[in-house]
T-cell receptor, first 111, second 117 residues
Framework: EDKVVQSPLSLVVHEGDTVTLNCSYE??????LLWYKQEKKAPTFLFML????IEKKSGRLSSILDKKELFSILNITATQTGDSAIYLC???????????FGTGTRLTIIP | GAVVSQHPSWVICKSGTSVKIECRSL??????MFWYRQFPKQSLMLMAT?????????EQGVEKDKFLINHASLTLSTLTVTSAHPEDSSFYIC?????????????FGQGTRLTVV
């Protein structure tokens, strides 16, 4: 059975701090790992990672994948109150379109 | 990017009634769509895979007769919660995959918040 575990489950930091969110996985025929941000409604896409060691970056957010150690991290620098959300990690497999989601990390940024 | 539209965004119904939720891919065709359920402060739990022109594939523990899925066209999947009860109150989200370059990305509908009273 596929497993995706995120840590921490929740995190509270002050505006301006840097945070690192973790996602580890166990999946057969790994294809990709995706990060999503969920505020009040549906998740919005952040990154898709398929290769180890290649950092993906979008503004203050960046993410990297380690396929040997089976984990990914999502970094957010200079956090803002608008970064407060649930961050979801999901893993996709070859031969199957389903995504398996992790538990999510609830991030709260205090002004 | 691809757009997935879900309707209604919220619904309140009486216990014992049925509720239908629609999920549409607006600018692409989706042979497969996915239905998720999310309880407060929890992650997305896959309920079923909706397959165009054939029966849906349900995850373990999800009642097929309770959550009816119909995927009659390449752009529409519906989830009907039959004989709804308060414990069915939840946030339901659909998604469809769309190929972007070499990879396939999941696009989500806006979600439907169901409250059964």
């Amino acid at each position: 059975e596929d497993k995706v575990v995120q840590s921490p489950l929740s995190l509270v930091v002050h505006e301006g701090d840097t945070v690192t969110l973790n996602c580890s996985y166990e999946v057969t025929n790994f294809r990709s790992l995706l990060w999503y941000k969920q505020e009040k409604k549906a998740p919005t896409f952040l990154f898709m990672l398929t290769s180890s060691g290649i950092e993906k970056k979008s503004g203050r957010l960046s993410s990297i994948l380690d396929k040997k150690e089976l984990f990914s991290i999502l970094n957010i620098t200079a956090t803002q109150t608008g970064d407060s959300a649930i961050y979801l990690c999901a893993v996709g497999r070859f031969g199957n379109e389903k995504l398996t989601f992790g538990t999510g990390t609830r991030l709260t940024i205090i002004p | 990017g691809a757009v997935v539209s879900q309707h209604p965004s919220w619904v309140i119904c009486k216990s014992g009634t049925s509720v239908k939720i629609e999920c549409r891919s607006l600018d692409f065709q989706a042979t497969t769509m996915f239905w998720y359920r999310q309880f407060p402060k929890q992650s997305l739990m896959l309920m079923a895979t909706s397959n165009e022109g054939s029966k849906a594939t349900y995850e373990q523990g999800v009642e097929k007769d309770k959550f009816l899925i119909n995927h009659a066209s390449l752009t529409l999947s519906t989830l009907t919660v039959t004989s709804a009860h308060p414990e069915d109150s939840s946030f339901y989200i659909c998604s469809a995959n769309f190929a972007t370059g070499e990879n396939t990305e999941a696009f989500f509908g806006q979600g439907t918040r169901l409250t059964v009273v």
